[in-house]
């Protein structure tokens, strides 16, 4: 074990080195220069977007609400509250606003890759399909490199979401219960694994169902439990955000010789948390049925605010203005410069230790409970993000997608047998692995989703409901999962606007 426990470690530290960081955020940057800022200009048809309905009778994907909230019950996990928690232990309160720095920025990362998911994707077994695996295969020229990256793609989902990411969140699941409520490891480990599997057992479609009932619920009561703190502390707000500013760019007189750790380590725990770039959203948004890949992106990048901007910040509020939070000096733990709460350990203790403070030791309990049911939407979709790249890999093969169903489980299992620092090192190589190869294949196609959304622009400047046609842009619907919306298109005029500029008749 103690051999595992050390390849786990120096993995992680190769795969999430310095130049990771720098590389996320000149991405992120790029496609909000070259998109001119979509994250934020078209922040009114994010909402908008958010309640259509696609009139594709054929396929029985998701509704855009389904899929907001399965990429959101995704998102929102351990990586809003331990990972908050871990980004102020070793970067201070400075850490929490280069986390928002990463939402605004990584928002335009997020939307590029559900809008490629969104134009290759395909029908497999009945259901709409699709991800980075697809877009790689199909989209990058050189089709040989292409399918390169998308098998190495698919490597990276199966040692992610298929392996070290469940067991992740199981371990944290479980540590949160038994420092509730004294269950031990083993019983929590089971329980999640059979409510786990009765959902996921039955498909999208289910999922897709319990995740638009859950994500928005414990969304909304986890933001409100922030206002009952903020109202109880709300002498303390000023300093708070005084002491975030100041953290964030050295000028605090405590916090400033780790300004470098605050800048690292609220990017990692960003983009760990936010899921913008790794490809796990395309996999989801590829499922919904919509008139035009831009929307669906549009949602997407949503879901990125309301992971990061706000539950995020709900969790570093509440830490904050209760003061039960240490930082580390050497950013790794070892040496604390903060020691504000004695003998507790980082990470999710830190939010369970505010909650008592501020409202009892019921609260400890209600946020486990509230974890759990965190946990078990970001479990719906990891599984389905597992089953999507079977289904590339495989095709319609049933026997794989229930062989490979019944080993996510066993998965799952495995985190009650490790301890919490690896448990995290290995949630970050998942992570890791996909970000590299996701995120350098969408670089080769920002040429594409340029032409996808300027024909989506081009349409609304018309007056126009966009509607898609993949041919007008050079990508093949071989599966004619778009053909309801071109034909749309045909009966309204489209190809003979010449505002539109389409070439095909």
Same mark, same amino acid.
């Given at each position: ?174 540590? &949160? /219960?038994?420092?509730? $409520? !004294?269950?031990? #490891? ?7 694994? %059979?409510?786990? =599997?009765? *959902? ?35 002498? &303390? /707000?000023?300093?708070? $955000? !005084?002491?975030? #500013? ?7 007189? %405590?916090?400033? =010789?780790? *300004? ?246």
């Amino acid at each position: 074990m103690e051999l595992f426990v050390k390849v786990m470690n120096t993995v992680n530290d190769i795969i999430w080195h310095p130049v990771m960081c720098v590389f996320l955020m000149c991405a992120a940057v790029w496609f909000t220069v070259r998109l001119r800022g979509i994250q934020v200009r078209k922040f009114k048809d994010m909402v908008k977007c958010l309640t259509e309905k696609g009139d594709n009778k054929k396929d029985t994907g998701l509704s855009a609400f389904q899929a907001f909230a399965t990429t959101v019950g995704g998102r929102v996990g351990t990586g809003n509250i331990a990972g908050t928690a871990t980004a102020i232990f070793m970067g201070g309160p400075g850490a929490l606003f280069w986390m928002w720095i990463t939402a605004i920025l990584g928002a335009s990362t997020g939307i590029v890759e559900c809008i490629l998911g969104q134009a290759y994707k395909t029908r497999n077994l009945g259901e709409l399909t699709g991800g980075p695996a697809f877009y790689m295969s199909n989209g990058i020229k050189n089709k040989k490199f292409g399918r390169i990256l998308a098998v190495l793609f698919c490597i990276a989902v199966f040692i992610g979401p298929g392996f070290l990411l469940p067991a992740m969140q199981t371990q944290t699941a479980a540590t &949160a /219960i038994k420092g509730a $409520f !004294g269950l031990p #490891f083993i019983v929590v480990g089971i329980g999640m694994v %059979i409510i786990v =599997g009765v *959902v996921t057992m039955g498909g999208i479609k289910r999922i897709g169902k319990v995740a638009e009932v859950l994500a928005p619920i414990m969304c909304g009561i986890y933001f409100f439990i922030t206002i009952v703190i903020f109202v109880m502390n709300y002498r &303390a /707000i000023p300093s708070m $955000f !005084g002491s975030i #500013f100041a953290s964030a760019f050295g000028k605090d007189a %405590i916090f400033g =010789g780790i *300004v470098g750790s605050a800048v690292a380590w609220g990017i990692k725990r960003g983009f760990f948390s936010n899921d913008a770039g790794n490809g796990m959203s395309p996999l989801i948004s590829a499922t919904t049925d919509t008139s035009h890949p831009v929307k669906q992106g549009l949602v997407q990048g949503l879901s990125v605010y309301i992971d990061t901007l706000l539950v995020c910040s709900c969790t570093g509020f509440c830490i904050l203005l209760a003061g039960t939070y240490n930082v580390a000096a050497d950013g790794a733990g070892a040496v604390l410069l903060v020691e504000q709460a004695p003998g507790i350990q980082y990470g999710i203790s830190f939010m369970q230790e505010a909650l008592r403070v501020s409202i009892g030791k019921a609260g400890a309990m209600f946020l486990a409970v509230m974890l759990f049911i965190f946990i078990f939407t970001t479990m719906l979709s990891y599984s389905y993000q597992l089953e999507s790249t079977c289904k590339y890999l495989w095709g319609e093969n049933k026997i794989v997608v229930t062989i490979v169903r019944i080993l996510f489980l066993i998965f799952c299992l495995f985190g009650i047998l490790i301890d919490g620092d690896t448990i995290w090192s290995m949630g970050d190589i998942g992570v890791g692995c996909m970000l590299w190869v996701n995120t350098f294949s969408i670089l080769l196609l920002t040429p594409q989703v340029i032409k996808i959304v300027r024909d989506y622009e081009k349409q609304k400047k018309a007056g126009l409901d966009p509607l898609f046609d993949p041919e007008t842009v050079g990508i093949k619907d071989e599966a004619n999962v778009w053909e309801p919306y071109v034909e749309k298109k045909k009966a309204r005029g489209d190809y003979k606007n010449p505002n539109l500029g389409y070439t095909k008749k």
